[in-house]
């Protein structure tokens, strides 16, 4: 399985961005997807996670700013980023848990991971 991400980018502050990560292989199903961050020198945090009801856990720094959203059918995670501000430059991955695949073990995955920078 491997979680490919796309999307990132230079934008100014105030602008939008959208990420899109899909996930690749012999898929069943996967229960949770998600996006993270991480600053050079940082710890990796959570940004947004969708479980695949629909259900979402976002980051009370982004709520009302960024949208999560999934697509079962393709095995992909979207994360809508507006008014994006410039300590929000990251490098932004992609996050698959409990993937099941067709022997009926699951396991997690990250994606490589993107740039997003925002200018001030």
């Known amino acids: 399985v491997q979680l490919q991400a796309s999307g990132g980018g230079l934008v100014q502050a105030g602008g939008s961005l959208r990420l899109s990560c899909a996930a690749l292989?012999?898929?069943?199903?996967?229960?949770?997807m998600g996006w993270y961050r991480q600053v050079s020198g940082q710890q990796r945090e959570m940004v947004a996670i969708?479980?695949?009801?629909?259900?979402?856990n976002v980051a009370e720094s982004v709520k009302g700013r960024f949208t999560i959203s999934r697509d079962n059918a393709k095995n992909a995670v979207y994360l809508q980023m507006d008014s994006l501000k410039p300590e929000e430059s990251a490098v932004y991955y992609c996050?698959?848990?409990?993937?099941?695949?067709?022997?009926?073990?699951?396991?997690?995955?990250w994606g490589q991971g993107t740039q997003v920078t925002v200018s001030s």
């Open positions: 996050r698959a848990d409990r993937v099941y695949i067709d022997n009926g073990s699951w396991s997690a995955y």
């Open positions: 969708i479980n695949r009801d629909g259900t979402t």
């Open positions: 292989g012999s898929i069943l199903r996967i229960s949770e």
